[in-house]
């Protein structure tokens, strides 16, 4: 919570394209682009006239619910770079940092920061044993803090025709 602004964040399904054949030494394989992932966001107690919400420095398109003061948005972006993937050019976009920028004074209020894997670098050997090591294992990639501090210009808007509600970091702006 930002100032009674409550900020929620959960993975969103995201298709896994299958790429054409590729030859290989051991015979013919087809590659599975992975390396998208999708977010959604909710935002409550939200006012749409004085904050925005930005992704990586890019305004998010939020859509109002029939909640007052509560809405929705979606955030698509590359996680991390795949030998063979559908955008091999465009680079990872990893950690995605959240922002509530106060158009009122210019600066972001508070934010966080979610990590497509451990942020320390760690690699699991196993499955987790239970849902309790699960939720830890998650957690562990968001960081309730790491937004931009200081004064910053406001966050520019990339309109998507196709997708509305989602802003596609993988577009340029």
Not at 38 to 61: C, D, F, H, M
Not at 112 to 137: I, K, L, Q
């Amino acid at each position: 919570t930002i100032r009674d602004m409550g900020i929620e964040l959960r993975h969103a399904l995201e298709p896994w394209h299958v790429l054409g054949e590729e030859n290989t030494p051991q015979g013919m394989v087809r590659y599975v682009d992975s390396s998208a992932e999708r977010v959604q966001l909710k935002v409550s107690n939200w006012v749409e006239e004085r904050y925005t919400l930005a992704a990586n420095g890019t305004a998010i398109p939020l859509a109002r619910t029939d909640r007052a003061g509560e809405y929705v948005a979606g955030v698509r972006f590359k996680a991390w770079d795949a030998p063979f993937s559908l955008h091999p050019t465009i680079k990872a976009q990893a950690p995605l940092i959240i922002d509530v920028y106060d158009t009122w004074t210019g600066r972001s209020l508070g934010g966080m920061t979610h990590h497509v894997a451990h942020p320390g670098g760690r690699s699991y050997d196993t499955f987790p044993v239970n849902a309790n090591e699960a939720e830890a294992r998650r957690r562990a990639r968001f960081l309730p803090l790491g937004h931009t501090p200081g004064p910053t210009p406001p966050p520019p808007a990339t309109p998507n025709r196709d997708h509305p509600l989602t802003l596609d970091l993988r577009r340029p702006a």
